[in-house]
């Protein structure tokens, strides 16, 4: 028992510590992404360096994407565990499946707004640009936005890992044994 309970502690602080991660990369890509004043324009052709905004970007998403990954491994593990693996009448708390479903959609808009947000940081060449020979500027706030749902993500995950195994814990003990004689 005490076993299992140091591998959810570590589980749990590794996801923690990879969501840190991964909202101190937005931090550092929003401070770090392309500014105006690194526009430069020759006619209609437009030209943008790369950026690290880039690389932090990447960091963030790799780190969000396993903790996400290790954060559904605990909730599963911790659903489907033991005695319940076999029992078709096992159910979920309300709020787990709720904090679940908030993780998976804000972890799919962190996604896509980091993904934009990345592939418009990269090297922008005069007439090649992001879409259409055109240079985009990623607005401001936009890595911003991804750190929040970076920590909505990782903490309804950890949220509904937490009520999973506290619903296991009781689970177990409400089962009473009946001596033979």
């Not at 959609?105 to 007439?127: C, D, E, K, N």
């Not at 640009?129 to 607005?139: H, P, Q, R, S």
């Not at 009781?170 to 009946?178: E, L, T, Y």
């Amino acid at each position: 028992m005490e076993k299992h309970q140091y591998g959810f502690a570590l589980f749990f602080s590794i996801v923690v510590s990879l969501g840190v991660v991964s909202f101190l990369s937005c931090i550092a890509a929003e401070l770090k992404r392309t500014k105006k004043k690194d526009l430069k324009l020759d006619g209609k052709l437009c030209y943008l360096p790369g950026s690290h905004a880039f690389g932090f970007g990447i960091a963030a998403l790799v780190s969000l994407l396993v903790a996400q990954i290790i954060g559904n491994l605990i909730i599963c593990r911790n659903s489907y565990s033991g005695e319940n693996r076999n029992d078709c009448k096992t159910r979920w708390p309300r709020i787990a499946a709720i904090l679940l479903l908030i993780s998976w959609m804000s972890f799919g808009i962190a996604v896509m707004l980091m993904g934009g947000a990345m592939s418009m940081s990269r090297r922008q060449p005069y007439g090649k640009g992001w879409l259409g020979g055109e240079c985009y500027l990623v607005k401001d706030g936009t890595y911003i936005g991804s750190a929040i749902l970076v920590l909505v993500t990782i903490g309804s995950s950890l949220g509904s890992a937490v009520i999973t195994k506290r619903k296991g814990q009781a689970d177990k003990g409400q089962k009473v044994h009946s001596q033979v004689a």
